[in-house]
């Protein structure tokens, strides 16, 4: 086989011209979806992190529970039971004047990634906040420091650092689990590939899509290699 052969093969120019614009759309639709839903999960995950290492048993009890549901049950189930299950009740959606919200296939996606990974988020956080040595805060206690400031400026710093490489593994994770908002409709990098494959019946589409996430996670994977090198390089 000629190397002219193997290219068509493997890039086809026509399918190129055909769906190069979309995969480039498809790539900028999961790209924001994640990133916005993983920010609103790191905000969430926060306050959840917090509620389970508060002295109140109810927050304790409320936040335990939610990261039990989120973590022990799969992403799709909770992307249907959002649009599917609490979309079939447009009359009372429609009372609230929250119909907008969960008819849209987009606003349920991103709601089920938030709800999703900020019960993954919330455990690297409470794990990180644990990982910070009592001394620290005995030694803030002993210079007069307020619970908000010792939090602020001496222990949440460090506990990102330590959060920094499990948080990127969440992120990567998240990027490749977006993949299933092609099944609600969202044309994001997987559905474009999906309406490609079912016009062209070329496999090289799929080759394509699976090449383009091994991209994004790379950059993200050095990206976060970079960011924690140099939040870290004091310890070096």
Same mark, same amino acid.
């Given at each position: ?23 480039? &759309? ?77 008819? &849209?296939? +987009?606003?349920?996606?991103?709601? =089920? ?34 619970? +908000? ?31 299933? =908002? ?25 080759? +394509? ?28």
């Amino acid at each position: 086989m000629s190397l002219a052969e193997l290219q068509e093969l493997f890039l086809s120019p026509e399918l190129l011209e055909r769906y190069g614009p979309r995969f480039i &759309d498809g790539l900028l639709v999961t790209g924001k979806l994640v990133a916005i839903s993983f920010t609103l999960g790191a905000v969430l995950g926060m306050l959840l992190a917090l509620a389970r290492l508060s002295n109140s048993r109810v927050l304790r009890h409320f936040s335990g529970a939610y990261v039990y549901f989120f973590r022990g049950s799969p992403l799709l189930a909770q992307l249907f039971m959002l649009y599917y299950g609490l979309g079939s009740f447009k009359s009372f959606w429609q009372d609230v004047g929250l119909w907008w919200f969960f008819r &849209d296939a +987009w606003f349920c996606t991103l709601l =089920a990634f938030t709800l999703n990974t900020a019960a993954y988020q919330a455990e690297i956080f409470r794990s990180s906040l644990l990982a910070i040595a009592q001394g620290q805060r005995e030694a803030s206690s002993a210079l007069s420091l307020s619970r +908000w400031t010792t939090f602020r400026k001496v222990i949440l710093p460090q506990s990102l650092l330590v959060a920094v490489g499990p948080l990127g593994n969440e992120l990567i994770l998240m990027i490749k689990a977006s993949a299933i =908002a092609s099944l609600v409709t969202i044309y994001d990098l997987m559905g474009v590939t999906k309406l490609a494959f079912s016009r062209s019946f070329d496999f090289q589409i799929y080759l +394509w899509a699976a090449v383009l996430y091994l991209l994004i996670v790379e950059v993200v994977r050095r990206s976060l290699k970079l960011i924690e090198g140099r939040l870290g390089r004091h310890l070096n």
